[in-house]
């Protein structure tokens, strides 16, 4: 496979303008850390962003970033922590459950998947904290979406389109972001032995809450037969765990603290987590670590499962039921990891026909080649959302050069 290597915008307009003449699609990649996500691409050339890795302006009294694509996430953060900073998005490292090196993701591949943590209940997704891009488009030619300041859009804000788009649009080259301090303080409370209708009712409760919550999540009595790392401050349990996490600063937190627990009386009573093991629990919780790909459970097919939270647990307990799979709840309930036995087709018709009755989707983020063949990895779409998709693919890419049947089977 050629690997085409560029050190800034102009040779990406180059590179794409030579695929253009010779008709030869381009596989987009940082450090393809998320390479084994999709459907098996149709290119056999390479677009190296590696290159591309340095912060070009960082304002912590603005609260922005900018930096180009290529930039490992690892150095990000680090930079970003040394002001006590962060992206509130909550960026999941997809290493652990993909069996990738630890930091080895790209901002440019965080925004081009869009995958957020436990706080996007609070604060949202990728898309939402992207305030600008410059990028090459399907033409060659580069473009600017966006810019530095939240309001600095006047019609549609093109960016957020790349978001979420797995680099089937366009090539990013530099994205600006803004970031946020950290919170102070951080609280979990934790209610064990509730099974998962119930905990959907405890989760429910908070989410409707006026206290603020950034995190809730329920991880059931069969996790905790496989899971390490920063669950084991769970203390081992063999009862299913709901959290409910509360930042900002420390007496707040405290209070609601309190409050939440007085809420929740009914479900239970609830104990309480400090930082530093809260923090390590939350991480383990967005990076999904209980189905590591080195665990026992990584032979298995994950799927991304969003959902109407309140229909969360039924549905999670049901296709653990029907599969004999693993569950994993996060926002509430809307989010479900589940992994799932080896099958020919990861059980895609029994989920989504399933996903149908509450109106779900679903996404398979880890599967074998064969299976990834075989199945649809991302949902199939409604047919006027199927020609809505098309015609903005069609106006950044219309020759379709960029990451060939990663999304859409060609």
């Not at 690892?74 to 630890?102: C, E, H, W, Y």
């Not at 998962?196 to 059931?220: K, Q, Y």
């Not at 799979?325 to 989504?352: K, M, N, Q």
Request: proline share 5%; glycine share 12%.
């Amino acid at each position: 496979m050629d690997t085409l290597k560029v050190r800034d915008a102009k040779d990406v307009e180059q590179a794409v303008r030579d695929a253009l003449a010779a008709e030869q699609p381009l596989e987009i990649v940082g450090h393809g850390s998320k390479r084994a996500i999709g459907l098996p691409m149709a290119t056999n050339a390479v677009l190296d962003l590696s290159a591309l890795n340095a912060i070009t302006s960082y304002e912590p009294n603005e609260l922005i970033v900018t930096v180009q694509a290529g930039a490992p996430m690892a150095d990000l953060l680090s930079l970003i922590d040394s002001k006590n900073q962060q992206f509130a998005f909550d960026p999941m490292d997809t290493s652990v459950l993909l069996g990738t090196p630890r930091g080895a993701g790209t901002i440019g591949g965080v925004i081009a998947a869009g995958l957020a943590g436990p706080r996007r209940i609070k604060a949202g997704g990728a898309r939402d904290h992207l305030l600008g891009a410059h990028a090459v488009s399907g033409f060659g030619d580069s473009f600017k979406a966006g810019g530095k300041v939240v309001k600095n859009v006047t019609g549609y804000d093109l960016c957020k389109l790349l978001a979420g788009s797995w680099g089937t649009l366009s090539v990013m080259t530099e994205v600006t972001l803004k970031v946020l301090p950290k919170a102070e303080s951080e609280r979990t409370l934790v209610l064990r032995g509730l099974d998962e209708v119930t905990a959907n009712r405890a989760m429910t409760a908070a989410l409707g809450s006026s206290f603020d919550v950034s995190g809730v999540a329920h991880l059931p009595a069969s996790i905790f037969r496989t899971t390490g790392d920063g669950l084991a401050a769970l203390g081992g349990s063999q009862q299913g765990v709901t959290l409910i996490r509360l930042e900002g600063i420390g007496a707040s937190v405290s209070d609601r603290a309190g409050s939440v627990s007085q809420l929740l009386a009914p479900f239970g009573a609830s104990d309480m987590l400090a930082d530093d093991v809260s923090a390590s629990v939350w991480e383990s919780i967005r990076d999904v670590t209980p189905f590591a790909a080195s665990g026992s459970l990584g032979a298995w097919p994950v799927w991304r499962i969003v959902c109407p939270p309140a229909a969360g647990g039924a549905f999670g307990q049901a296709l653990a039921r029907e599969t004999g799979g693993d569950v994993i709840y996060d926002w509430g309930g809307g989010l479900i990891w589940a992994a799932l036995p080896p099958a020919a087709d990861a059980h895609a018709a029994l989920l989504r026909e399933r996903l149908k009755t509450i109106g779900g989707h679903a996404t398979l983020l880890r599967a074998t080649d064969q299976v990834r063949n075989t199945v649809d990895v991302f949902q199939p779409q409604e047919p006027g959302v199927a020609a809505l998709g098309a015609r903005v693919k069609a106006s950044f890419d219309p020759r379709n050069i960029f990451n060939r049947g990663r999304m859409v089977r060609t």
